[in-house]
């Protein structure tokens, strides 16, 4: 081979390496710097020994950005919103009188936040007279419209505090469940 094909052959061989580095560059870099967020609950019910509410989904947005989500309403198509690490999951209220339990937490882009929607699907209670209840749940999801930033590198704490003295309902029809916020502590 001569000189001038093995320098054709190094040229050749150092641009496949650069452009191999380049590219596993390019998909391994994050584009935008991520934050943590954490979404806790609690409440102190009266009258209740347990009040058992099943959460499936945890969803934020992100302020500027569109408001819609996709047809079965579960999933971020660049729309903002952004959905928390969340298995289905049953926590009882009545024990959370004054700590709080772990809802949903992540990893998301940093800026401002304006809406948390937490989706309820099932709730079912016991009196402290024994009696077990088994709730409607109307509406299935609380809606909490209150700005908050996530910091790069940082985590930020929400506690949801579901007031339910306002959210348990009793009427001709029974027992319903419709979610009540009753304050978010950051923090």
């Not at 989500?69 to 959905?83: F, K, L, M, P, R």
């Not at 079912?124 to 024994?130: D, F, I, P, S």
């Not at 509406?139 to 419209?145: A, F, M, R, Y």
Request: charged residues 20%; without cysteine; proline residues 2%.
């Amino acid at each position: 081979m001569t000189s001038k094909g093995i320098a054709l052959l190094a040229l050749g061989v150092s641009a496949i390496v650069i452009l191999g580095g380049a590219g596993a560059y390019l998909l391994t870099r994050e584009d935008a710097a991520t934050g943590r967020v954490v979404i806790n609950v609690k409440d102190a019910p009266a009258g209740w020994t347990h009040i058992n509410v099943t959460f499936s989904t945890v969803r934020i947005h992100q302020a500027g950005l569109d408001n819609e989500t996709d047809q079965n309403d579960t999933a971020e198509v660049d729309s903002g919103w952004h959905i928390l690490q969340l298995e289905e999951q049953t926590l009882d209220l009545a024990a959370l009188v004054n700590v709080s339990g772990l809802l949903a937490s992540g990893n998301v882009s940093v800026g401002k936040y304006t809406q948390i929607r937490i989706v309820v699907v099932n709730v079912t209670g016991t009196l402290e007279n024994g009696t077990q209840v088994n709730f409607r749940v109307p509406s299935g999801e609380l809606k909490i419209i209150r700005p908050f930033t996530i910091v790069k590198d940082d985590a930020t704490t929400l506690t949801v505090d579901i007031d339910l003295s306002k959210s348990i309902v009793q009427n001709k029809d029974g027992w319903m469940f419709k979610p009540v916020l009753g304050s978010i502590v950051q923090g």
